[in-house]
């Protein structure tokens, strides 16, 4: 970012105008694009391929925990929906209606919706309702405990300011909704669940987060209790990447969810719910792309290795292009986290930079360009996505598939210690209110630069000063971390009311 | 069903109440069920995970022959769906349509639909119209084509006699959408899905179909052509297994999908559709069920093998755990079709005769019991489910796990040439009107007895034939089928019209 002059597969940098380089990362990837339908999406197949890789992974980590799938029903009676106070409150703006259930044409000829339904059927935006009236059936007694069950689905929730991936009127996600028997055991789960997508976010997206506890005003409608983990990206905002919710017996009492206890007593159920989203997608290109487009954690990629064949002449095409097939056969021969590496030869009839550009801008990890020169001197030129663009490093092609699996994991644990170092370097300690505004606040209002980052600043626990700082610096508290043993939480003064604080909060802008 | 004083795990038999057998079969194996919103089905973790495995064996064949997989949006504006005239008229009967954005307290303080939309939109059917505008976008040259993409989603069609699995309001489904540059592509893609779905239907669900053309009153609303492969199930109906479309230009046409040709002029792309549905899992059960409950083909089970410790006495308790444990990790190790076989043990503590029963009718191809008798003999007791639910086979525990892939794929090739005996049994040849009638009604219209079966018959080709025996018999043309090398058609005389009759078709009574 240095040379404002270098070209850059990407207009604008990122640190031109942020948001706008966002859409184009996304548009040059051809990863998604927004639809004709307000605020809905299009996931192209390169977004896709990598929401597939995700979802592998992460369902298996669900099954690792004990849990397994099911699906319920898109559509939530209205009266459902309502039954938890709080719940639809949270939910009423957001919610799409059904209403009729068939088109007829009216007098004028036009298509118009026919049959009024005798109950309005709200979209799912969550299913917290629906699956707790199934659970109200399937639970009876201890015996049934726990239920332990996920959901792959899509969700609506109406979207005013629609952003592709980031916030969308329908998106897909998974929901993990339990019953427990104690409330010990299910605030263990809520827990269980937080540390899976910490985990997951860690070590296959490549993203530190922060994880802890909603502050009241941040909490899921209708739960006692929201964990979630922050990430940090680029333009030092924070993104929730994923939430567990302990719902207490809100819910339970909502649905009906009672069984007999060991004691003969009949008892409401403790449940739980935690979900992830494809705006983990968005995440991923905020936190890892750079000025040439997406830069994708080896882990999550479609592709993982793209070959490109040179073939300036027709004399030698057929060497190298046998060549590569060889290359390919032998990088698709080896394992890479229980699945077998993903290559592409791109043969296209194509200028190579054009083609080099493409894979570039999708972010595949690692492309190797082999040409007749290369068959002469027996390597291939190999490069990085996680390095400048130009550069290149020649390997012998006898030795690159046993090397092909370490260079992915370099490159994986690469993109998480420069987004960790990203995120301490923009991560303070601050003391007085003055600082506090002071580091939220753009120097050129005119064209506010990226700015601000994390704070860890005390807090008196009171909704009065997260609403004043919330609309002097649209800045929120994105949790209240966990304990830890290494920093054990220190007292100290809050500096927005001079009160007590039992403990520092993280502060940030959030999308 | 020779014995009807017979006890068996499933009330009513097969013979005794088709419909009602199926449903209890469904609830016996907790695969599925009702949901209070009308029409729409919950499925169950068993129920999911029979579909898991179908996903991820069809999407594996789906990604062989050069498909990727993308997500268009749920919602279809009203204008869109319009589009195409036939397509409209075919759906319009069975569209949820969403008018309105958001849920608001009324007057009476109630809570209703809030802000209209603007345009209403339609929860899709089906998605040729939606993905239509983005192929429109994504189509400019020929160099694009083809497009070769696949969506897995949920679909809504209003049903008013939903039946699980069979029949339900919202489905889950794969659609395929492509765009080829020539008609004969286009057609062969066609063909080449079909022929996809055969595989599968017949190498993974174990279930022979017959393939062919769907008559013009049976063809997908929009669509050219409609090709389909037809299951009979044990009642002697037919189920339509899987559906792929040839949609000529009609499509392209409606959603503008234009491309400069190699010749430099603009043409319309020639589409396909192709679907497949959980109506299969409907369809598995109702194929191979017995009268204790589900009988799964091995390749698509959730749980291959259950072991079953046998544990009387407290001293020999832990051994008998531990060899459970060690012939578990010995098969688990074992790879079945690209995964690990799925073992479970079953150390509930119930009754070893209630726990062998819960196997039974949940389908599982394999049960081995694991006693201290066993231990001493050194044997296990193993039953296979498409044996009498008593019979047992003893087998030394250390070959056990060697036989144990073969075992599985006996079962697979069992359920199978069981199914195509049944069917062949059950299909005829009919010259005669009388004949075709007769064969075609219940023999007691009191209490109408399974009948019928499938017929190859004459037909003229007119659409008048088809109406009129549909209104008498309920029985239609399930395909007109492909032309076969082996069994070339012949010509004949139509024995409803006495006209001339260029091939037999088949008929059947359907689902």
């Given at each position: 970012?240095?040379?404002?002059?270098?070209?850059?597969?990407?207009?604008?940098?990122?640190?031109?105008?942020?948001?706008e380089?966002?859409?184009?990362?996304?548009?040059?990837?051809?990863?998604?694009?927004?639809?004709?339908?307000?605020?809905?999406?299009?996931?192209?197949?390169?977004?896709?391929?990598?929401?597939?890789?995700?979802?592998?992974?992460?369902?298996?980590?669900?099954?690792?925990t004990?849990?397994?799938?099911?699906?319920?029903?898109?559509?939530?009676?209205?009266?459902?929906?309502?039954?938890?106070?709080?719940?639809?409150?949270?939910?009423?703006?957001?919610?799409?209606?059904?209403?009729?259930?068939?088109?007829?044409?009216?007098?004028?000829?036009?298509?118009?919706?026919?049959?009024?339904?005798?109950?309005?059927?709200?979209?799912?935006?969550?299913?917290?309702?629906?699956?707790?009236?199934?659970?109200?059936?399937?639970?009876?007694?201890?015996?049934?405990?726990?239920?332990?069950?996920?959901?792959?689905?899509?969700?609506?929730?109406?979207?005013?300011?629609p952003?592709?991936?980031?916030?969308?009127?329908?998106?897909?996600?998974?929901?993990?909704?339990?019953?427990?028997?104690?409330?010990?055991?299910?605030?263990?789960?809520?827990?269980?669940?937080?540390?899976?997508?910490?985990?997951?976010?860690?070590?296959?997206?490549?993203i530190?987060?922060f994880?802890?506890?909603?502050?009241?005003?941040?909490?899921?409608?209708g739960?006692?209790?929201?964990?979630?983990?922050?990430?940090?990206?680029?333009?030092?905002?924070?993104?929730?990447?994923?939430?567990?919710?302990?719902?207490g017996?809100?819910?339970?009492?909502?649905?009906?969810?009672?069984?007999?206890?060991?004691?003969?007593?009949?008892?409401?159920?403790?449940?739980?719910?935690?979900?992830?989203?494809?705006?983990?997608?968005?995440?991923?290109?905020?936190?890892?792309?750079?000025d040439?487009?997406?830069?994708?954690?080896?882990?999550?990629?479609?592709?993982?290795?793209?070959?490109?064949?040179?073939?300036?002449?027709?004399?030698?095409?057929?060497?190298?292009?046998?060549?590569?097939?060889?290359?390919?056969?032998?990088?698709?021969?080896?394992?890479?986290?229980?699945?077998?590496?993903?290559?592409?030869?791109?043969?296209?009839?194509?200028?190579g930079?054009?083609?080099?550009?493409?894979?570039?801008?999708?972010?595949?990890?690692?492309?190797?360009?082999?040409?007749?020169?290369?068959?002469?001197?027996?390597?291939?030129?190999?490069?990085?996505?996680?390095?400048?663009?130009?550069?290149?490093?020649?390997?012998?092609?006898?030795?690159?598939?046993?090397?092909?699996?370490?260079?992915?994991?370099?490159?994986?644990?690469?993109?998480?210690?420069?987004?960790?170092?990203?995120?301490?370097?923009?991560?303070?300690?601050?003391?007085?209110k003055?600082?506090?505004?002071?580091?939220?606040?753009?120097?050129?209002?005119?064209?506010?630069?990226?700015?601000?980052?994390?704070?860890?600043?005390?807090?008196?626990?009171?909704?009065?000063?997260?609403?004043?700082?919330?609309?002097?610096?649209?800045?929120?508290?994105?949790?209240?971390?966990?304990?830890?043993?290494?920093?054990?939480?220190?007292?100290?003064?809050?500096?927005?009311?001079?009160?007590?604080?039992?403990?520092?909060?993280?502060?940030?802008?959030?999308?």
């Amino acid at each position: 970012m240095s040379t404002p002059a270098a070209k850059t597969a990407i207009t604008p940098r990122r640190d031109e105008d942020f948001p706008e380089w966002y859409q184009q990362v996304v548009r040059a990837a051809e990863m998604a694009e927004p639809s004709d339908v307000r605020g809905c999406m299009v996931i192209r197949p390169w977004g896709y391929g990598i929401w597939e890789n995700m979802q592998r992974q992460l369902d298996a980590m669900f099954k690792a925990t004990g849990h397994r799938n099911a699906y319920f029903p898109l559509f939530i009676p209205l009266s459902y929906f309502a039954r938890e106070a709080a719940h639809v409150e949270g939910f009423a703006k957001e919610c799409a209606v059904v209403t009729h259930s068939r088109l007829e044409v009216n007098a004028e000829g036009k298509m118009v919706p026919g049959s009024p339904l005798s109950e309005p059927l709200v979209v799912r935006p969550t299913s917290e309702t629906i699956i707790g009236a199934s659970y109200a059936k399937w639970v009876q007694s201890y015996r049934d405990l726990p239920v332990l069950i996920n959901q792959w689905a899509n969700v609506v929730r109406w979207e005013m300011r629609p952003r592709v991936f980031l916030r969308t009127t329908e998106f897909l996600w998974q929901e993990g909704h339990t019953v427990h028997e104690t409330e010990a055991e299910a605030r263990a789960e809520t827990r269980q669940m937080l540390d899976v997508y910490e985990e997951f976010v860690r070590d296959h997206l490549a993203i530190p987060v922060f994880s802890g506890e909603k502050s009241e005003s941040e909490r899921f409608p209708g739960a006692v209790q929201t964990l979630c983990i922050e990430a940090m990206v680029q333009d030092r905002k924070a993104i929730q990447a994923g939430t567990s919710h302990f719902l207490g017996q809100n819910f339970s009492r909502a649905s009906g969810i009672q069984f007999q206890s060991r004691a003969g007593t009949q008892e409401f159920g403790w449940t739980t719910s935690w979900g992830m989203s494809t705006r983990l997608i968005g995440t991923v290109i905020m936190a890892h792309a750079d000025d040439d487009g997406l830069v994708l954690p080896p882990r999550i990629a479609p592709i993982h290795i793209v070959i490109l064949p040179i073939t300036p002449k027709e004399e030698t095409r057929t060497r190298v292009l046998e060549a590569a097939a060889k290359l390919a056969g032998e990088l698709r021969a080896l394992m890479y986290f229980g699945a077998p590496l993903d290559v592409e030869i791109d043969q296209r009839e194509l200028g190579g930079g054009l083609k080099n550009w493409e894979w570039i801008k999708k972010g595949v990890p690692l492309r190797v360009e082999l040409g007749p020169r290369d068959l002469e001197s027996g390597n291939v030129a190999v490069s990085r996505r996680d390095q400048p663009v130009k550069a290149k490093e020649f390997v012998p092609a006898a030795e690159f598939a046993g090397r092909a699996v370490e260079l992915l994991d370099s490159i994986q644990q690469n993109l998480f210690e420069r987004a960790k170092q990203f995120r301490d370097a923009h991560t303070r300690t601050i003391d007085t209110k003055e600082e506090f505004y002071d580091f939220f606040t753009p120097k050129n209002p005119a064209k506010p630069e990226i700015h601000g980052g994390f704070v860890r600043a005390h807090w008196n626990g009171s909704r009065e000063v997260e609403e004043q700082i919330k609309s002097d610096l649209k800045v929120t508290i994105r949790c209240i971390p966990f304990d830890d043993p290494a920093t054990p939480p220190e007292a100290g003064i809050c500096p927005f009311s001079g009160e007590a604080s039992p403990r520092r909060v993280v502060w940030a802008k959030a999308y």
